[in-house]
């Protein structure tokens, strides 16, 4: 479990000991900026300041006791610095941390309770070599064209520990299955929940001999089997609205994954209207044509999981699943607030490395709302965010030696403590009391 020293630690080891390695490794030369503070002033500069130029993270390098001009900046961002503070990044992304278990009983029945999903940035086309993007023409209005190059970012969320496993970067090309989170092993008792873009068969098999249980949504077109026979969804699927279906079935063609619960409940008409505007925008954006059935399908929630009533009833399945827009939540605070697909320089290696510079300090901002407020189920991510930015200098004064780095990092938890937990809403409510609620309504 994280605590003040074991952060202590890792800053000072990644910062301090990786950067300078790494550096090395990428053959970079340390002139008037040591390796340890360009990492600082990149790192914690655009967290701090995410609009920052070369300018403002001059002045920002000042309070890193150095004296630089804009050009001095500048001067530093080369192919090089990018794969270095790529390395970097990889680096911080396989540091185990994580709080202790939140106090949501729902979660607590399970070793781990995984969020998946990937997220995309698009680049400027100059590094396309770099991370290939989904292809396209060029733009006929001299604009540079998005889809030429990009990187897509990957990441597994324990809602339990908090624990991140991500960002991973892969070109934008790629798809998330090709995540190299797919190699990374789940504790057997623990349930994983994605979106239908994580639907193969292949992979949920797996999951489903290691022991884990998984949580997702119907994909259409997948064969179901009950009592030997195959099954015609839209003949038993429930007509009122409200009404509740729940059967055991096999899975697949061949009949891969053998006694699944399948929970269905129709939608009310508003909901199915909003699904299919989804989905016919969907289709114009990919030059397809609706798919009749899951435009039919969109009238009803249907989901699939191995996981046994006794540990996640109708109620609670409904709830989880709709625990996965965390991870939507997550990447909307890294673009909204961190602007980690932002800048406003021109030169493709500067891009680059803004873009891993960022997404690093996006590492290091979860890292501390683990240890100043994991223990709250009803924390407000992007509060706490807003407040750990503001705090930045304190941590840098820590970082350079001001003063003590362990009394640093406890003023920053300290500032986390006050006004970053949401009250309980009227209406909608939050994603942690309605797992309150889904476990025992008499908690909210």
């Known amino acids: 479990m994280t605590s003040i020293p074991r952060m202590s630690k890792i800053l000072t080891h990644l910062f301090e000991e990786e950067a300078t390695e790494l550096a090395k490794a990428a053959g970079m030369r340390e002139r008037t900026i040591r390796f340890s503070q360009l990492a600082y002033l990149l790192v914690l500069g655009w967290w701090k300041h995410p609009t920052a130029g070369p300018s403002a993270l001059a002045r920002f390098a000042g309070s890193l006791g150095l004296s630089v001009c804009k050009q001095d900046i500048g001067a530093h961002f080369t192919e090089r610095t990018a794969s270095w503070l ?8 396989r540091e185990v941390v994580k709080a202790n278990a939140v106090v949501l009983p729902l979660l607590q029945r ?11 940035i698009a680049l400027p086309s100059a590094l396309k070599r770099v991370w290939g993007g989904c292809g396209g023409s060029a733009s006929k209005d001299d604009k540079d064209p998005k889809t030429q190059a990009g990187l897509k970012v990957t990441v597994r969320w324990d809602l339990l520990s908090g624990q991140m496993d991500g960002p991973h970067v892969q070109a934008g090309r790629r798809h998330e299955l090709s995540s190299v989170l797919r190699t990374q092993h789940m504790k057997a008792g623990s349930l994983w929940i994605a979106d239908l873009g994580y639907w193969t068969l292949k992979w949920l098999y797996q999951l489903h001999e290691q022991g884990v249980f998984f949580l997702m949504r119907y994909k259409a077109g997948i064969v179901l089997w009950r009592q030997g026979k195959r099954m015609d969804l839209l003949e038993i699927l ?22 699944v619960r399948m929970i269905v409940e129709r939608v009310p008409l508003s909901v199915a209207t909003d699904r ?3 989905i016919r925008r969907a289709a114009i954006d990919h030059g397809k044509a609706v798919n009749p059935l899951v435009w039919e399908l969109a009238n009803w929630t249907i989901v699939l999981t191995n996981a046994p009533r006794e540990m996640l009833s109708f109620v609670q399945a409904l709830a989880l699943l709709r625990a996965r827009w965390q991870i939507e939540l997550l990447f909307k605070l890294w673009k909204e607030q961190g602007l980690v697909d932002e800048w406003k320089a021109t030169d493709p290696w500067r891009i680059l490395c803004e873009v891993y510079a960022k997404l690093l300090a996006m590492v290091v901002q979860h890292w501390f709302v683990l240890l100043s407020c994991w223990d709250d189920p009803h924390r407000s991510l992007s509060g706490v965010a807003e407040i750990l930015r503001e705090q930045v200098p304190t941590l840098v004064h820590g970082l350079v030696g001001h003063f003590p780095l362990g009394r640093c990092i406890r003023l920053l938890v300290l500032s986390v403590g006050g006004g970053c937990s949401q009250p309980k809403r009227s209406t909608r409510l939050s994603t942690s009391y309605r797992l309150l609620n889904a476990f025992d309504p008499g908690l909210t």
């Open 276 to 278: 299919q505007e989804r």
């Open 238 to 259: 429930p007509q009122t609205i409200g009404e509740q279906l729940e059967l055991l079935v096999d899975v697949g063609a061949n009949k891969a994954i053998k006694g």
């Open 86 to 93: 790529l390395s970097l990044l990889q680096r911080a992304v």
């Open 110 to 120: 399970f070793t781990a309770v995984y969020i998946e999903d990937g997220s995309s």
